[in-house]
Each structure stands twice: as C-alpha cells, then as structure tokens.
C-alpha cells in the first residue's frame, strides 16, 4: 500500500504558525495581615538580638571565665538592637525608593518591579516601619531589655549543657552495653582527662562565638 503525502501549502502553513506568546508577569500577591506580618518581623529581629548577646555570653562566661550578671550584657543587647534598628530603617527606605522608581507595564522577574508591585512594596514598607516603631518604644523598658537578656542567657546554657553532656556521656555510648557509669571519682581514672577535654571544648566554644560575632558585624556593615 502507497501512502501519498501532500505538501502543505504556504497559505496553510502560515496561518498554523503560532505567534509567540507574551512573557506572564509575576503571578498576584496574596497579602497576609499587616499585624501577622509585623508579629513574624518582631520574632526574626529579636532573635538576632538574642543570638548576639548569647555569644557575648559564652565568651564572656566561659572564654573568660567571669560570672554571669545581666546588667553586664545590657550594652551588648543595645548595642543590637541599634544595629536592628537600623537595618529596618534602611530597609524601609530602600523599598520605598524602589516603590517610587517603579516602571508601568508587568514584572519580568522577581527584581522588576513596575505600577502593579506598588501594593506589595508599600506593604513592606508599612510593616518595616511598625517593627523598628515597636523595637524603639519596647527598648526603653529596662525590663524588657533584661528579659531578652535571660533568653539569650537560656540560649547560652542550652548550648554549653549540651557540649557537656556530649564530652561527659559520649565515652560510654560508644563503649559496650554492659558499661555502666562510675558511681564515684575512684572509679573512674580517666575523669580528670575528660574534664581537661571538656574545658578545651568550652575555650573553643567561646572562640566560635567570638568569631561569629565578628562575622555577623561584617555582614552587618556589608548590608
């Protein structure tokens, strides 16, 4: 059996020829509440703060070994929480530089912003400036203050109780199952080395933490 193929005319040819379809914008914003969107703002702000001061924390406390006091970390915790305050007044600035340069016509990408984006870049805008607003009036509450500082306090001692309950318990949950904990120092020879161990680990601790400060000033001063 023959097959006969016809050739398409050029008429018919051009007119399936389809048209080359125009780039979609970005797809709708759906807006959460403003009062939702300030509460998550608030979280992430207060918690660099308290990353902040938990490693001062644990440099202090355990790189230098001096005893905790919360009015010794009240500098460090206002010393954040200007930084914050500041990166949420820049923030609230860029965007509305951006919302006053915006282009007619639709977004290509998720740095183009034109007329339509002038919702959504007033919204961040709206709620930059109501966290820096709330940081600003909560900061001159001593207590407040304080009570961050407990948080990071809390964070600090999370952290430094489970490098010890690692460096204390770690030798006998790697050993036999019939091993059992000594009852008493005598029992235990090796006690002494583990605690020497132990001490390094905490001094390498405290340096991590100073390190990562010095890192997160940088990116700060970068941004």
Known sequence: ???RWRRKSRTSSTSQQTKPKKKAGLPPVIF???SEAIDDGLLLALRIVRLDVKNAIIKRTV?????FAAADYREAANASLDRVLKELRYSAERVAGVRDRARPGRSLSAHDYRHADIETLSFRERASQAV????????????????????ARADAWAEISAHIEHELLDPWSKGSPRMQLPTSP?????RGERFDDLEKELRKLAREAKIQERRDAKQRERS
């Open 1 to 3: 059996m023959m097959f």
């Open 32 to 34: 959460p509440e403003l």
């Open 186 to 190: 005598e029992d235990d020879p090796e």
């Open 63 to 67: 790189g230098e070994k001096v005893p």
């Open 132 to 151: 820096s607003e709330r940081i600003e009036s909560e900061r001159e509450d001593e207590a407040y203050v304080d009570g961050l500082i407990e948080q």
